[in-house]
C-alpha cells in the first residue's frame, strides 16, 4: 500500500462519515420541522420580591491587613529567607518537592 493510496482511502472514508452525518442531520431537521411544539422555555417562579431596608444591612467590618505573610508567624520563613539560604546551602529537604 502505498502512501496515495493509503490518503485516498482515509479521505474516502472521511467522505462517507460526513456524507452520513449530514443525511442522518437532514432527517432530523425534517422531523422537528413536523413538530408543533413551540421551542419556548418557560419558568415558573414562586419567590415575590422582597424589599429590604438600609438599617437591616450589618456593615462589614474591615480586616486589617498585614505587612508579613501568615507563613512567617506560623514558624516558617518568607520568600525572601528561602533565597537567602539556598545561596548559603543551609536547606534541608526533608520530604520529595512536588512541582
Do not use: C, N
Not at 59 to 66: F, G, N, R, S, Y
Request: proline share 6%; net charge negative; no cysteine.
Amino acid at each position: 500500500m502505498t502512501w496515495l493510496h493509503f490518503l485516498t482511502l482515509i479521505f474516502a472514508l472521511y467522505g462517507i462519515y460526513y456524507g452520513l452525518l449530514l443525511f442522518t442531520d437532514s432527517l432530523g431537521s425534517a422531523r422537528a420541522e413536523r413538530s408543533d411544539a413551540p421551542e419556548q422555555l418557560h419558568f415558573a417562579e414562586s419567590a415575590t420580591p422582597e424589599k429590604v431596608r438600609l438599617e437591616d444591612v450589618q456593615p462589614v467590618t474591615p480586616v486589617a491587613i498585614t505587612a508579613t505573610p501568615a507563613a512567617v508567624g506560623l514558624g516558617g520563613v518568607s520568600l525572601k529567607d528561602i533565597f537567602e539560604l539556598s545561596k548559603a546551602k543551609a536547606l534541608q529537604y526533608t520530604r520529595p518537592v512536588s512541582f
